[in-house]
């Protein structure tokens, strides 16, 4: 499902191709240090309880799930994203105690994984929107199966499926932005929810905000996609946005900038290694990452996908 080209492209080309017409926004990017994003990860990476963004707009984070941003508006409440399975009474729950929750109409799927779409069906049946981009529609209509090691994934019930898919972008009447990711920075079907009046932008995993990224490249995800979806995402925030990812604490434009540049210098490492004929042992063995591993933790299994999404890229088959 996803354009690969034929060739390796260099980290400029990504660049390119990520800002369109808008070439010049953000080269020149100082290098930033990510010890003010660290130290703010640190301090909130045990958080949980609902984050306040604003009246109507909260991060609600259950323990051992992923976050989940609620809107309360006029109808009831707007989810980006629903959890697990195994988390949904416990996310509905605390949906439902935040100030004027009405019954959940809507909710965004950031991604296809489990730790989004569990909450899918009962929405469904329910009768809510369930918002994805189409190629998260068909990765939920089949099995999967991730080769690294081995995890199954059932097709999810017609009902519990995306009822409402887009390309490109899309907004809803209460002005609710949203976009497709199309560089695939986790999976081939990223997209980010806007709210412009809040000044929020919700990018599910396509940022990590606490600790590596994991690269699905079997459903198209990649290491120059992540690159490239930083680089995206900037041009949509500004320095008062407040970031939220599917994991971590809320980020600044300033960590976007931060991560592109070291996103960006690990590609250039591990594109240079795949152009001398290098694997992934190999790769893992360079320790590509080993000037921000202090504050990121092991790099081992991140830098062995990320290589391996690289051959992926490149295999028409893959
Ligand atoms: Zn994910």
Redesign the pocket.
């Known amino acids: 499902m996803v354009d690969r080209p034929g060739r390796l492209q260099t980290r400029r080309q990504i660049l390119k191709t990520a800002i369109g017409g808008t070439a010049g926004i953000v080269l020149g990017t100082p290098v930033l240090s990510l010890t003010a994003a660290r130290a703010q990860a640190v301090s909130e990476s045990a958080g949980t309880g609902t984050l306040r963004l604003s009246d109507d707009l909260f991060v609600v984070r259950i323990p051992g799930e992923a976050n989940v941003v609620a809107q309360i508006d006029g109808k009831g409440v707007l989810l980006v994203d629903g959890g697990s399975a195994a988390g949904s009474d416990a996310l509905m729950k605390a949906v439902s105690s935040l100030p004027a929750a009405g019954p959940v109409h809507t909710i965004f799927n950031t991604?296809w994984?489990t730790?989004?779409t569990g909450s899918n069906e009962r929405l469904g049946r329910a009768g809510a929107a369930i918002i994805a981009h189409e190629n998260t529609r068909l990765w939920l209509t089949q099995n999967i199966t991730w080769p690294w090691n081995g995890q199954r994934f059932a097709r999810l019930p017609k009902v519990a499926q995306p009822n409402k898919t887009f390309y490109t972008t899309g907004k809803l009447d209460s002005d609710v932005r949203y976009g497709y990711i199309p560089d695939a920075a986790?999976t081939d079907g990223d997209l980010y929810v806007h709210f412009p009046k809040q000044n929020v932008l919700a990018v599910g995993?396509a940022v990590s905000g606490q600790g590596w990224p994991?690269v699905?490249w079997w459903t198209g995800g990649w290491i120059g996609g992540i690159v490239g979806g930083l680089q995206r995402l900037q041009t949509l925030a500004d320095e008062n946005t407040r970031i939220v990812p599917?994991r971590g604490p809320v980020l600044s434009l300033t960590d976007l900038k931060a991560q592109y540049e070291m996103y960006g210098t690990i590609y250039d490492r591990l594109s240079q290694m795949l152009n001398k004929g290098r694997g992934p042992t190999e790769a893992v063995a360079a320790a590509p990452t080993k000037e921000f591993d202090a504050q990121m933790g092991n790099p081992d299994e991140f830098v062995r996908r990320a290589f391996e999404s690289l051959w992926a890229y490149l295999s028409p088959d893959a």
């Open positions: 991604h994984h730790g989004q986790h995993d994991s699905d599917a």
